[in-house]
């Protein structure tokens, strides 16, 4: 069976993440569930990475907690998305926590329908077959299996 990689990173403080990264994680537990069940008929199964980021590596960039890559490609590319930043909790302090910004909507927290569109277009890049692959060239009517000229 094929892998469909999805690694998901957030600060974790203490043991704590904020809300927002909070309910990207259910989120996510919610769409590999659904991701598993479609998929499977394809022979791909989604497998999830999570990674915690420490205070030290959020304070130097803090739009890299809540970030989600799905088959090494960041999601917000799969959606044709922004990153933005706005004000979050306690958890990260003075600094601002990052946001999805997709089709003029702002998302704190990464809802799991855009998780699943995301797994879906990468879904559909790993079983599309390679270029040699996809049709005989003109000249033959079927399996001819021979060069044209």
Do not use: Y
């Not at 692959?133 to 044209?148: E, F, K």
Request: aromatic share 4%.
């Amino acid at each position: 069976m094929k892998r469909l990689p999805i690694v998901w990173q957030r600060l974790v403080n203490a043991g704590e993440t904020c809300d927002r990264c909070g309910s990207t994680g259910q989120a996510i537990a919610a769409a590999l569930a659904k991701l598993a069940v479609a998929l499977q008929p394809l022979g791909i199964q989604p497998v999830l990475e999570t990674r915690a980021i420490d205070e030290a590596a959020f304070r130097l960039d803090p739009s890299a907690s809540n970030r989600i890559w799905i088959a090494g490609t960041p999601m917000e590319e799969w959606l044709g998305a922004s990153v933005g930043m706005s004000p979050c909790c306690s958890v990260c302090g003075d600094l601002p926590c990052r946001t999805l910004d997709v089709a003029g909507t702002s998302f704190e927290a990464i809802p799991e329908h855009l998780i699943v569109k995301a797994a879906l277009m990468a879904a559909a890049r790993i079983i599309e077959p390679s270029p040699a692959a996809a049709a005989p060239p003109a000249c033959c009517t079927g399996s001819c299996n021979t060069a044209c000229s």
